[in-house]
């Protein structure tokens, strides 16, 4: 059985696709909308989205925003 892809995340208003390591998967998933469509964030749903981008990249630390 081959297991295949990436996990995506689709922009609903733009219409494009972000892989899992792209940032702009993480701000679908806390904000619904990508930065390409909208850039602006609240300042929780900005330090969320860093935060899970930092981690999916396996940089050391807490977090950015710890």
């Given at each position: 059985?081959?297991?295949?892809?990436?996990?995506?995340?689709?922009?609903?208003?733009?219409a494009r696709d972000f892989g899992q390591g792209?940032?702009?998967?993480?701000?679908?998933?806390?904000s619904g909308h990508c930065n390409v469509y909208l850039p602006f964030y609240t300042v929780d749903q900005q330090l969320t989205i860093e935060d899970?981008?930092?981690?999916?990249?396996?940089?050391?630390?807490r977090g950015l925003n710890s």
């Open positions: 059985m081959l297991e295949c892809c990436e996990e995506y995340s689709r922009c609903p208003n733009y792209h940032i702009n998967h993480f701000a679908i998933q806390v899970g981008h930092s981690r999916d990249l396996d940089e050391p630390g």
